[in-house]
């Protein structure tokens, strides 16, 4: 899949409530200090850079509310924004884009009842543009680690943990001599059983989690996930997937979850 074929179509005029609330996130978090601060500035112009290579300043000065050619400057480095209008331009450009619409293109074009998430996220463009959507909605939290559920979104993990300054753990699939984990078994059939193990190390009583994973579909994966952090007693303040399928997993989780794509089944 090429992410050319579905820009501008996948940026929509963005809702004024959930701009309101992002920027509010955003206020939170960037405001701490002047580097903070100024880390929004720059952020604001790699955001508009990265969309720049796809979109046109028609589009973005449509999304923004800021003129052509304010925005031209911006993008050429000649000028940087002022802190309230980097929170503007974030929570925009945030709100706007589809990520729903550009995952479910992709699966339509894949006709398979297989969804493999790590042929869409191989293109980094993708991965930055999902990470700036998600750090969006953490910022202003306090997350102290990031439990990613599956390999295929380390990449976007790695950008986010880089931004709220947090560590990143990775559940895995089998155990090495002389480390301590938290495991929990996973019953999918009689013949199909998982394991899944989290350093113990990792995870400590005062931690605030964020939990990533790629697709949530009974939930038996997210579940255990979560049961492990319990077990470490840290506290879960996020738990996030790509992809959520059916409404199975809802009666596992028992909670509320972040989605960017909502199917009803796998059938394409």
């Known amino acids: 899949m090429n992410v050319d074929d ?6 929509t005029k963005p809702h004024i409530q959930t701009v309101k609330r992002i920027r509010a996130n955003l206020e939170s978090w960037f405001s701490t200090d002047k580097y903070m601060a100024l880390r ?9 850079r990265l969309l720049k290579r796809r979109v046109s300043y028609k589009y973005l000065s449509e999304i923004t509310g800021i003129s052509q050619s304010v925005l031209c400057r911006y993008v050429r480095g000649s000028i940087v924004p002022s802190f309230s209008q980097s929170i503007n331009i974030l929570a925009s450009l945030a709100s706007a884009i ?21 042929r869409l996220l191989k293109d980094p463009y993708l991965v930055k543009i999902i990470a700036f959507t998600l750090l ?36 895995k699939r089998r155990k090495y001599p002389n480390v301590s984990y938290y495991e929990e078994v996973i019953v999918r059939s009689m013949k199909d059983v998982e394991t899944i193990y989290v350093d113990k190390d990792m995870i400590g009583r005062r931690d605030n989690i964020a939990v990533i994973t790629d697709l ?29 399928i059916g409404s199975e997993w809802k009666r596992r989780i028992g909670r509320t979850i972040v989605y960017l794509s909502h199917i009803e089944k796998p059938v394409f």
């Open 6 to 11: 579905y820009f501008p179509a996948s940026l």
């Open 216 to 244: 949530v579909i009974t939930g038996r994966t997210l579940r255990a996930l979560l049961n492990i952090v319990a077990r470490a007693r840290a506290t879960v303040s996020d738990v996030i997937a790509i992809v959520a």
């Open 136 to 171: 969006a909605e953490l910022a202003g939290k306090r997350i102290d680690k990031i439990v990613v559920g599956s390999p295929t979104v380390l990449p976007i993990a790695t950008i986010i943990s880089m931004e709220l300054g947090s560590d990143i753990v990775l559940a």
């Open 98 to 118: 589809d990520i729903d619409s550009i995952i479910k293109r992709f699966l339509e074009k894949e006709q398979s009842i297989v969804i493999d998430l790590s």
């Open 40 to 48: 929004a500035r720059l952020l604001a112009i790699e955001f508009l």
